[in-house]
T-cell receptor
Framework: GAGVSQSPRYKVAKRGQDVALRCDPI?????LFWYQQALGQGPEFLTY????????KSGLPSDRFFAERPEGSVSTLKIQRTQQEDSAVYLC??????????????FGQGTRLTVV | TQLLEQSPQFLSIQEGENLTVYCNSS?????LQWYRQEPGEGPVLLVT?????EVKKLKRLTFQFGDARKDSSLHITAAQPGDTGLYLC????????????FGKGTRLSVIA
């Protein structure tokens, strides 16, 4: 596809359920980022990959959050034992080169997670 | 503590009016970007500014990076309903490999 694709677009999970969110970056993009955006807030950084290497996971809020990008392309963000405070839009972005800001990052439409 | 403070948080204006939104920090950034986000969509990059004092224009939008690289502004001339959206500033800190940090955004509504 032409852009960053995320699935599902919407996910409703019962509290305690595990979820997996998928991101298909733009083909050939080296860097991939995950952000969490709560209602009415700006995106908050979660984690960053360069190819298959997870170089920064300092933004992951707890050990219930796990991200992987095993082949340096598609990435999955997994949340275990979801809690209501996990409800947010999860955004994925990819960029051609490094995370340095002069390289444009393209965002997907996001996955809206609602934990009930 | 929010690293990037945006103001105002909400802005509702009539079509044809001018407006300015601000992005301020006590930290120095190597560069700063402005994004626009519409409901149900991801942020879309509008501009990147990298040099202190830099001014960039994109049609009716004018972006300025402060001389000290701590702040930025976005000015819209003759606003149109199509300008409605959430405007986000985001920056990379000067101090090395740090993630892109976002402000909370300014939600703009332009009424026809």
């Amino acid at each position: 596809g032409a852009g960053v694709s995320q699935s599902p677009r919407y996910k409703v999970a019962k509290r305690g359920q595990d979820v997996a969110l998928r991101c298909d970056p733009i083909s050939g993009h080296v860097s991939l980022f995950w952000y969490q955006q709560a209602l009415g807030q700006g995106p908050e950084f979660l984690t960053y990959f360069q190819n298959e290497a997870q170089l920064d996971k300092s933004g992951l809020p707890s050990d219930r959050f796990f991200a992987e990008r095993p082949e340096g392309s598609v990435s999955t963000l997994k949340i275990q034992r979801t809690q209501q405070e996990d409800s947010a839009v999860y955004l994925c972005a990819s960029s051609l080169e490094s995370r340095r800001l002069n390289t444009e990052a393209f965002f997907g439409q996001g996955t809206r997670l609602t934990v009930v | 503590t929010q690293l990037l403070e945006q103001s105002p948080q909400f802005l509702s204006i009539q079509e044809g009016e001018n407006l300015t939104v601000y992005c301020n920090s006590s930290s120095v950034f190597s560069s700063l970007q402005w994004y626009r986000q519409e409901p149900g969509e991801g942020p879309v990059l509008l501009v990147t500014v990298v040099t202190g004092g830099e001014v960039k224009k994109l049609k009716r939008l004018t972006f300025q990076f402060g001389d000290a690289r701590k702040d930025s502004s976005l000015h819209i001339t003759a606003a149109q309903p199509g300008d409605t959206g959430l405007y986000l500033c985001a920056g990379a800190l000067f101090s090395g490999n740090t993630p892109l940090v976002f402000g909370k955004g300014t939600r703009l509504s332009v009424i026809a």
